[in-house]
């Protein structure tokens, strides 16, 4: 049952660029991957991003995002460049198992959070 709040959403122009943040109540970092989906108007939800236990698996669906933690802070961080219209969406967060080769592999938990909201636009 961890408990993650998603942040540093916004409004940006193409091109431009966002970090946005998975903060846990605790230090559940050490035992649990994390990984980032992402829902946009009309789309179904979909898997962008996501980091293991160890940082060595680590996978992005698009070479503009990269994703880093601070487990100090407990604290995932996505952060997105060179952005474009079709990233707008509803950016979540979530406990996952996560390979490097194989991206998500499995999800850990069933609810969603917030999210934080993400709006590309000129």
């Known amino acids: 049952q961890a408990q993650l709040v998603e942040s540093g959403g916004g409004l940006v122009q193409p091109g431009g660029s966002l970090r946005l943040s998975c903060s846990a109540s605790?230090?559940?970092?050490?035992?649990?991957?994390i990984g980032w989906f992402r829902q946009g108007p009309g789309k179904e939800r979909e898997g962008v991003s996501c980091?293991?236990?160890?940082?060595r698996d680590r996978y992005n669906l698009e070479s503009r995002f990269t994703i880093s933690r601070d487990n100090a802070k407990n604290t995932v961080y996505l952060q997105m460049n060179d952005l474009k219209v079709g990233d707008t969406a509803v950016y979540y967060c979530?406990?996952?198992?996560?390979?490097?080769?194989?991206?998500?592999?499995?999800?850990?938990?069933?609810?969603w959070g917030q999210g934080t909201q993400v709006t590309v636009s000129s």
């Open positions: 979530t406990t996952v198992a996560c390979s490097r080769l194989r991206g998500i592999v499995r999800r850990l938990q069933d609810h």
């Open positions: 605790g230090p559940i970092l050490r035992n649990y991957g």
């Open positions: 980091i293991g236990i160890s940082d």
